[in-house]
């Protein structure tokens, strides 16, 4: 989910980070074809810069409130995306070449396009910032979607269904066209993440485009890692986070430094 209006808790955060001295290094400039002012990346991080943000992303929601079981989920099938172009602006090129990336950089994914949207178990929906709300209703309910909205007045939504043993089953995604490239961008990348198996939101982490306080608008280096960390074989469906945690860190440590 994207807020248009986060929570700004701006000198509580500085303090906070301060005490966190990031060892992250190898800082450049976003890669070509980012939205014009996208932030900057780091492209050498700790093992433990890598586990905590991992951890903190793959474990729990707060789209799941009350949840108090907190497993991994990552997509165990092929991933097989229908885009439902639509809005007012046509952005379906421009997604569908963010699913070409991901495809790429991802090949564990079996990441596909199907123009068959009975056949996906990932169906994007572009629309207009007007069509939202009522998406939300029919992607949630009307309680929920409520209170969602007066909660946190989101702009982008991904709705995504487990099986019991953690695999994700279904993912929809809403991602709004008509407001501007940073919005598509940012919204893209941030519930990509959300939709492969990263519900969470760290607000404190300096490096991810799941920090709502952020507008990344592109696959960072650090983003790429988790992705890695959460597709690796030792990784799997429904683990706790105890036993997720030392694995995690062993694969951190082999993808620490690489970029
Ligand atoms: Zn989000």
Known sequence: MIARWPAVIGILLALVCAQDAPAASGKRAAPQGAVAGAPPEYTIFTPAELTRGFLALAFGSDLRLGSKLARIHRFEEPVKVHVAAGGSVNRAESYRKILGEFAKEFPSLRLIMTE???????????????????????????????????????????????????????????IIVDQGDDVFFNCAYHEMLHALGL?????????????????????????????????????????????AGQTASEIAKELAGRN
């Open 116 to 174: 068959d949207s009975y056949a996906a178990n990932f169906v994007v929906r572009l629309i207009d910032e007007k069509e939202f709300p009522v998406a939300l209703r029919a992607a949630f309910g009307e309680a929920t979607a409520r209170e969602f909205v007066k909660r946190t007045d989101p702009q982008c939504m991904t709705a995504v269904k487990s099986a019991a043993e953690g695999g994700i089953i279904r993912v929809d995604s809403f």
């Open 199 to 243: 519900p969470n939101h760290d607000q404190r982490n300096p490096w991810t485009a799941l920090n709502q306080d952020r507008q990344v608008g592109y696959l960072t280096v650090y983003d790429r890692a988790l992705i890695l960390m959460l597709y690796d074989p030792r990784i799997r469906s429904g683990m706790s986070r105890a036993q």
